[in-house]
């Protein structure tokens, strides 16, 4: 197996001439061309002192030269630490303090601040979105570096920083090994080629954009269509030149309210992805009518890149995130024993296989207390996996309702508060309660001129749930609070009503 960084060099010399990133607006990139960028970008970083094993942090503005310094990063043995833009300066701090990097790259934007960080172990320089700033120009007038170090599949290749809403962030170390793994069985399952063509239009400070997304791309040789940010309308019309999108549940609603959406756009298209976050299963149905595409979506998390997919040929489920990918294997088990349970009955979610971390940075007891002694990782999700074979999650671990000593799975109560007429979406959380201990509580999108009330809710689905699992309290609200992926923040819905019982 190859490193990401091999094969870039692989696809570099199979299709110099071959455009890398296609950018709208602005000149393409080949694969040629962006070999010369990575060496520049490896000459400067062994300038700045980077030695294998040290990290490079990077806070900036999504840009094809931004994926250069990450392959860089990997040439000279380096461990790429991509930071999300929305941080802040009291969140840089812990982030630098922890991860101890040689080199902290931002945006030019923010160089000023920044400077005042740099010391004699870390070096800070600027990289802009449109290919600007310090560190372009010591890349423009430095001698490539031909060569690259050694590294073992073992070897650490990445920190991402887990979103915690806990706690501190904890630091997943990612080997070369996970990522060349990972990046094959995605390749075998979604049948992805060099001939495909990518609209890519994720963050990449993340793993559904740089390690799935991208390095798919980079590895098999093919084209991205490179998108700063998500437009509904752009994409429609780039998808008559492009063959997959990949993308997290708000791009699909968002797609599904263009009037140009439909199988003529979608015809030169062969495969939709989503994840990052659980897709309505409302827009799952919708977009299969308006298109005759079924939506493939799929299951990971930071510590593991991706772990199940729907089938390529075969049914893809609305609610469902599919099978093991290749060389990987799944359970559900007891959550307190790890003992594995029967089929259909829901537990912790655990995952063992080549694509699994590495471990915390700096935190062994904390790694330790996440694996089994089997070697599978325990999640933190919460699921089922049914007689057809496909697994369902339900929840987070964190997000499991306790009401009056009955575990209560939000999952189960949203679903059919989202079937109700007039519902767009819903997120069901526990707050403390004087006497059932949590209050199971459900926060409600409704759309906009439905007659929903309290009432009407809990009416609608008194009958199907058993007394403990009915929400106390129906709040109604425009939007529920989402990371950049799109995952709703249900801590920010605990805080926000913390004394709703009080």
């Given at each position: 197996m190859q490193t990401i960084h091999q094969s870039f060099i692989a696809s570099v010399e199979a299709?110099?001439?071959?455009?890398?990133?296609?950018?709208?607006?602005?000149?393409?990139?080949?694969?040629?061309?962006?070999?010369?960028?990575?060496?520049?970008?490896?000459?400067?970083?062994?300038?700045?002192?980077?030695?294998?094993?040290?990290?490079v942090a990077v806070q900036t503005d999504k840009s094809a030269e931004a994926i250069c310094l990450y392959l860089a990063t990997l040439q000279v043995g380096g461990v790429y630490l991509p930071l999300n833009t929305a941080y802040t300066g009291a969140e840089i701090d812990y982030f630098l303090g922890d991860a101890a990097p040689r080199v902290f790259?931002?945006?030019?934007?923010?160089?000023?601040e920044h400077k005042a960080r740099e010391s004699d172990g870390m070096r800070v320089e600027s990289l802009g979105g449109k290919g600007e700033g310090s560190l372009m120009d010591l890349a423009a007038a430095a001698t490539p570096r031909k060569d690259s170090v050694a590294r073992g599949m073992d070897d650490p290749a990445a920190i991402l920083y887990t979103?915690?809403?806990?706690?501190?962030?904890?630091?997943?170390?990612?080997?070369?090994?996970n990522l060349a793994s990972n990046t094959a069985a995605l390749l075998e399952s979604w049948r992805y080629t060099g001939d495909d063509r990518l609209i890519h239009a994720l963050p990449i400070f993340h793993t559904h954009g740089l390690f799935v997304a991208a390095n798919m791309s980079i590895v098999t040789g093919a084209t991205m269509i490179w998108l700063t940010k998500f437009?509904?309308?752009?994409?429609v019309g780039l998808m008559a030149?492009?063959?997959?999108?990949?993308?997290?549940?708000?791009?699909?609603?968002?797609?599904?309210?263009?009037?140009?959406?439909?199988?003529?756009?979608?015809?030169g298209m062969r495969l939709f992805v989503?994840?990052?976050?659980?897709?309505?299963?409302e827009d799952h149905r919708a977009f299969e009518e308006r298109t005759g595409h079924a939506i493939l979506e799929r299951y990971g998390m930071t510590e593991t890149c991706m772990i199940t997919t729907n089938p390529y040929d075969g049914a893809r489920k609305p609610g469902a995130v599919g099978m093991a990918l290749p060389g990987i294997e799944i359970r559900v088990t007891e959550r307190e024993t790890g003992r594995p349970l029967p089929q259909g009955e829901i537990g912790a979610i655990e995952v063992r296989g080549p694509n699994?971390?590495?471990?915390?940075?700096?935190?062994?007891?904390?790694?330790?207390?996440?694996?089994?002694?089997?070697?599978?990782?325990?999640?933190?999700?919460?699921?089922?996996?049914?007689?057809?074979g496909y697994l369902r999650i339900v929840g987070r671990d964190k997000d499991l309702v306790i009401s009056g000593g009955y575990n209560v799975y939000p999952k189960e109560v949203e679903s059919l508060i989202d079937d109700i007429p007039g519902v767009v979406e819903s997120a069901v959380i526990?707050?403390?309660?004087?006497?059932?201990?949590?209050?199971?509580?459900?926060?409600?999108?409704?759309?906009?001129?439905?007659?929903?009330?309290?009432?009407?809710?809990?009416?609608?689905?008194?009958?199907?749930?058993?007394?403990?699992?009915?929400?106390?309290?129906?709040?109604?609200?425009?939007?529920?609070p989402r990371n950049v992926m799109g995952k709703v923040q249900k801590a920010e819905l605990r805080k926000s009503y913390a004394d709703l019982y009080r």
């Open positions: 299709n110099p001439g071959k455009a890398l990133f296609e950018r709208p607006g602005q000149p393409d990139i080949t694969y040629a061309e962006a070999r010369v960028l990575v060496e520049r970008f490896a000459a400067v970083l062994t300038g700045a002192g980077v030695q294998p094993g040290d990290r790259v931002c945006t030019p934007a923010t160089l000023t979103s915690g809403t806990t706690g501190r962030s904890k630091g997943a170390v990612l080997t070369h090994g437009d509904g309308d752009e994409v030149n492009a063959t997959v999108l990949m993308g997290v549940p708000t791009f699909y609603t968002r797609l599904l309210k263009s009037d140009r959406l439909g199988r003529d756009t979608t015809a989503s994840g990052s976050a659980p897709l309505l299963a699994v971390f590495q471990g915390y940075w700096q935190m062994p007891e904390k790694t330790a207390s996440e694996f089994r002694k089997d070697g599978f990782f325990i999640t933190g999700d919460l699921g089922q996996i049914g007689e057809d526990g707050l403390a309660h004087p006497d059932l201990g949590e209050g199971v509580t459900a926060i409600v999108v409704p759309q906009k001129g439905a007659s929903l009330d309290e009432r009407a809710v809990i009416a609608a689905i008194t009958d199907k749930l058993a007394r403990y699992k009915q929400p106390k309290r129906v709040l109604f609200v425009e939007e529920l």
